[in-house]
């Protein structure tokens, strides 16, 4: 089971930090990612991390403002959100993928899902 919290509302240009908490097992070994959504939108890569945390994976509209990162000993990975637009409102997901996929951007490739938290960011 995964556990997001962390959204709120901010300015355009402030910060936010997502949690994404896993509970029930240890998730060290699976690869996590961030999705959003946007009312009347798809879902939308945002970024993953290896279960070894040596490879990170970014959508090209959040690189160099989002980094992910992971706590193994908390069962825990974390996205911060840095120069945050309106563009960046949606609910965020987070997601585990068991089975060590290498298309960690497509929301296929994860198997558990977590309930959303929701990011607003005003102008």
């Known amino acids: 089971q995964l556990q997001a919290s962390g959204g709120g509302l901010v300015q355009a240009g402030g910060s936010l930090r997502l949690s994404c908490a896993a509970s029930?097992?240890?998730?060290?070994?699976?690869?996590m990612g961030w999705f959003r959504q946007a009312p009347g939108k798809e879902r939308e890569f945002v970024a993953a991390?290896?279960?070894?945390?040596?490879?990170?994976y970014y959508a090209d509209s959040v690189k160099g403002r989002f980094t992910i990162f992971r706590d193994s000993a908390k069962n825990t990975v974390y996205l911060q959100m840095n120069s945050l637009k309106p563009e960046d409102s949606a609910v965020y997901h987070c997601?585990?993928?068991?089975?060590?996929?290498?298309?960690?951007?497509?929301?296929?490739?994860?198997?558990?899902w977590g309930q959303g938290t929701q990011v607003t960011v005003s102008s």
């Open positions: 997601a585990a993928d068991r089975f060590n996929s290498d298309s960690l951007e497509y929301y296929t490739s994860y198997e558990v």
């Open positions: 029930g097992r240890t998730f060290s070994s699976y690869n």
């Open positions: 991390i290896k279960w070894s945390g040596g490879r990170l």
